[in-house]
Every structure is written in structure tokens, then in C-alpha cells.
């Protein structure tokens, strides 16, 4: 009866941890600067929860324009649990975005129908080279926008990062807080610190980055800003004036680095990377519809490197997320590590693995830690003191009294003297517990099937697996339960009960065993 009433109490105390208050969810937006298909989305293999397709332009009287929106596309991406918010741009276009504002009131009955007609989570923002003159008649437009959409909708307002605290010219088109008022967030469009025209130098160094992220905290909670992520780097033509400056998409400049590149070098300063080719006579190459003659060119990007240094600061100053432009313009390997750097999962050994986009949910969620500041060790096996702690951790147990011989002074002591007062682990016998033993699979199971309150399992479903038989009689009933509720699944036809788990199975057994309540 005392077991029990503990197996109880812990199965709620991991509702409440897990279900009543997780951590916010980071935002991890990518633009689409086109109509956007599914196939496009699922390149980013996970990583991201919002896109902004291009489906909204302006007419000449600044009413709404509908190109490319499509249902079928926005149900595919509510089954991926994504949210769908169109962005609306003026294309640096002054007099458009002059006639948005003038025309505001019938522009956002038309957004929010849209919004209506389509199912949409929202709508995205994307005004620019206005002018400080607009700056109130733009914040009025998205209160308007507010009132009108549906509720639970999302407004997104794309703004000029200011990290100079510019007063005049289209920086001071944006209120940032008389937008935040009424917007979700602000997506903060820290890129193109040097642009088309002007001198060579980094499209986003870190210190440009940051710099606008403090500008925009005086003005804006955290919780409200976006930071803006460049996929594309620019291009400077030694002999080439025509080229001088050209925004060059990652993954071309990937392909014309493997035929003519002659060198890349990081900049620490910067956080931002140098590659440098040489096109020869007998190329045919264009950028951007821009042809390439023969010669030596420069292009600085964020490269892997120097986005990591970026993506850091989502997580140091503990902003909303990040939203990237434009989903496309990356090379294949970007989503290897993003979800990871976006979470603050910051594991050298996680980039590729297939535990990654949980293992960085987790360590979001502040149940699991790394071995050291860039390792994980996902495939280092899980000892008993380790899932004592994950378990500690992830059902935030109370202060246990339980004691053993060979616990005192570890590490882990006060993580298993919870999770023994809660009734999730037993010692070894003889007062002792083997802290620094692997954790079998069957062990791990017994311990969330006792947190799970111990329920009623027939354990003939075992009998499936070639190695069933082989289960030890007191993790039956655990392991059985595992089975069905698709936490445990087997492997060539073998359930290994005996066999350890490794850091990262463990963490994936966790998220599976936290989305059944």
C-alpha cells in the first residue's frame, strides 16, 4: 500500500513537471522566399516549427495581392506540427509600403479573411525603406491587424536591426515598442551589415549581432525578439566592378568553392568566414543573374563556424528564437547542428546524430546536461547515478532521505536519494546501489513503469520477441508495458532487456515515456 501511494505521487509529480509547465518552446522560423512545397520543408529535417512563405504581395493602392497560397500545403505542415505564417513585403518598394499604411484598414480585413480562409497561424511582416515619418502609422496598422485576427493568431513584424541607434532614415521607420504592443514578436534582421555596393566585410559579424540585440532589449522583451539568420553571404570581385557585394546563396558557393576555390579562413573577430576563387576564362558562372568574369573573388558568409557563434546568443540573452533567410539558400549540412545551437545543445559529437532534435529538447527542457561544455557522448552507456538524475531532474522530485554506503560524497547522491524516496530505484543489496554501473534496459524500464504508477500489464505481448523469455520475472510487467506503450521497441526482432543504454536512447526513451501522459 506505501509503494503504491509513492508509485502514484511520482506518476504525478512527472504530470506536473512535464505536462503543467514545460519550457517555452523556442521559435525556429524559417522565410521561404517563394510559394514553398513540403519537400523544401523537410530538408530542414526537424528543426523548424515555423515557415513564411511568400504568398502576400501589395497592389499599387496598397490593397492585398494572394499569390501561391495553398491548403494542402498548410495542412501537410499543421501534420508536422509547424505553424504557416505568410509574409507580406513591399520589396524595399517605398511607395507600396507607403500606399500598405495609407490603405491599412481595408489591408487588414483582407490579412485577417486570408488568415481565416486558409487556416493560417498568422501573418508575417515585412516592410522596409520606410521612413521615420511612417513609423506611428505602421504601428497603427498592426494594432488594426490585432483586433481583426482570430484569436491565438500570430502577428510577426520583420524590423531593421539598429545596433548604430539610428534616428533618421528607414531604421526609424520601426517603433520597436509601440510594435511589440500588439506584435508576437519582432524578427530582428540582424544581416546585411555590409550589403550590394558597398565595401568588402561580413554580412553578420557578431558584434554587429549583438550590439542590435541590446539596442532592441531596451525597447523590446526577450521573450519578443527573433534573431535573424543569414543563409546567404556576399560577393566582391577584384577586377569585377559589377560584382561588388551580390548576395550569394551558401549552397552555390559551396559548389563554386569544390571547382574553384583557393582558399576559406575564419575571422575570430568577426565570427564570420573568408573563401576566396578564382573563376578562370573558360567558366561559364553567374550570382544572382550577375555574370562572374574570369578573376578573383572574395565572399564573406557566416559559414558553420560563425553561425554557431550567432546561434549562441539566441540562448545568452535568452531571446525567442530565430528565424533564418531564406530556407533553401543553406548547404544540406545546416540542419545537422542548428536545432541543436538554437536550443543551447552545444555538442560537437550531436551534429548528424539521430538523437539530436530530442537530445536538444531535452537539454532545453533542463533535464539532461552534457558530459563537458561540447559533448554529449550520446553513445556512452547510461550508468545508474545518471538516470537516477534524469529522473531527479526530469519529474523535479523532492529531497530524498535514502542513503547507501557507496553513494556518500558522489556526485549523484542527492539526485538518488530522491529518486529512492519516490520509489523509482532500489539498491544493489547490502546497503549499497552501484552508482557507476551501467543501466540496463529492463532496470530503465522498471524505473518509469514505476513511475507510471505500476498499471495492470499483460506481459504476453513479450512473447514476441525472440529474446522475451529471457526477461528477468521482476521487470516483466515493466518491460511489457514499455512494449505497448511504444517506449520500448525492439531490435532485429530482440527486445536485449540485458544490454545497456546509452546517453542517447535513454533521452529518446524519456521524450517517448513523457508523450504518453
Excluded at 188 to 208: I, K, N
Excluded at 378 to 391: D, K, N, W, Y
Aim: hydrophobic content about 40%.
Amino acid at each position: 500500500m506505501h509503494h503504491m501511494y509513492i508509485f502514484r505521487t511520482a506518476a504525478a509529480l512527472l504530470c506536473a513537471a512535464v505536462l503543467a509547465a514545460p519550457a517555452q518552446a523556442r521559435v525556429s522560423l524559417s522565410y521561404i522566399n517563394g510559394p514553398g512545397s513540403a519537400a523544401a520543408v523537410s530538408t530542414a529535417q526537424g528543426a523548424l516549427n515555423q515557415v513564411s512563405p511568400a504568398w502576400l504581395e501589395l497592389n499599387p493602392d496598397g490593397s492585398l495581392r494572394l499569390t501561391g497560397a495553398s491548403r494542402s500545403f498548410v495542412e501537410e505542415m499543421h501534420r508536422q506540427d509547424m505553424a504557416v505564417l505568410p509574409f507580406l513585403s513591399n520589396h524595399w518598394d517605398r511607395t507600396l509600403g507607403q500606399a500598405a499604411v495609407d490603405n491599412r484598414e481595408l489591408l487588414t480585413d483582407q490579412l485577417a479573411q486570408v488568415v481565416r480562409d486558409y487556416d493560417l497561424d498568422g501573418i508575417s511582416l515585412d516592410l522596409e525603406n520606410m521612413t521615420k515619418e511612417h513609423a506611428d502609422e505602421y504601428t497603427d496598422m498592426v494594432r488594426l491587424l490585432r483586433q481583426k485576427l482570430p484569436k491565438g493568431k500570430q502577428i510577426a513584424v520583420a524590423v531593421a536591426a539598429n545596433p548604430r541607434n539610428f534616428t533618421t532614415g528607414w531604421h526609424a521607420s520601426y517603433d520597436y515598442a509601440g510594435l511589440a504592443e500588439w506584435a508576437d514578436y519582432l524578427m530582428l534582421m540582424t544581416y546585411d551589415e555590409h550589403y550590394r555596393g558597398g565595401e568588402a566585410g561580413p554580412v553578420a559579424s557578431v558584434d554587429f549581432v549583438e550590439r542590435s540585440i541590446r539596442y532592441a532589449l531596451d525597447r523590446v522583451p526577450a521573450e519578443q525578439l527573433v534573431l535573424g539568420v543569414a543563409f546567404y553571404g556576399r560577393i566582391w570581385g577584384t577586377d569585377n566592378v559589377e560584382v561588388q557585394g551580390v548576395g550569394i546563396r551558401e549552397v552555390q558557393l559551396s559548389q563554386l568553392m569544390e571547382q574553384y576555390g583557393t582558399g576559406t579562413a575564419y575571422d575570430e573577430t568577426a565570427a564570420a568566414t573568408v573563401s576566396t576563387l578564382v573563376i578562370p576564362e573558360t567558366a561559364s558562372v553567374s550570382v544572382a543573374g550577375v555574370p562572374l568574369t574570369a578573376g578573383e573573388y572574395t565572399v564573406w558568409h557566416s559559414g558553420e563556424q560563425g553561425r554557431k557563434e550567432i546561434l549562441k546568443l539566441v540562448e545568452a540573452y535568452d531571446l525567442l528564437g530565430a528565424g533564418s533567410w531564406s530556407l533553401g539558400q543553406e548547404t544540406a549540412d545546416t540542419w545537422d547542428y542548428y536545432s541543436l545551437w538554437l536550443h543551447g545543445a552545444y555538442f560537437d559529437d550531436l551534429e548528424g546524430h539521430w538523437s539530436r532534435n530530442d537530445v536538444a529538447q531535452a537539454v532545453h527542457e533542463g533535464w539532461v546536461r552534457g558530459v563537458d561544455e561540447d559533448r554529449f557522448a550520446p553513445e556512452s552507456t547510461l550508468t545508474r547515478a545518471q538516470t537516477a538524475a534524469l529522473l531527479t531532474r526530469l519529474l523535479d522530485l523532492p529531497t530524498g532521505t535514502a542513503s547507501f554506503t557507496d553513494t556518500e560524497g558522489h556526485w549523484a547522491e542527492s539526485d538518488i536519494a530522491a529518486a529512492a524516496a519516490a520509489g523509482l530505484v532500489e539498491g544493489r543489496g547490502e546497503g549499497t546501489f552501484a552508482p557507476d554501473a551501467p543501466v540496463t534496459r529492463q532496470e530503465l524500464a522498471l524505473m518509469l513503469y514505476r513511475a507510471a504508477g505500476s498499471p495492470e500489464t499483460d506481459s504476453d505481448g513479450l512473447r514476441d520477441y525472440r529474446d522475451g523469455g529471457s526477461v528477468s520475472d521482476w521487470a516483466k510487467s515493466a518491460m511489457a508495458w514499455a512494449v505497448e506503450q511504444g517506449i520500448l521497441t525492439g531490435s532485429g526482432g530482440k527486445l536485449l532487456p540485458r544490454a545497456g543504454t546509452t546517453r542517447a536512447q535513454a533521452v529518446t526513451l524519456l521524450a517517448r515515456y513523457a508523450e504518453t501522459l
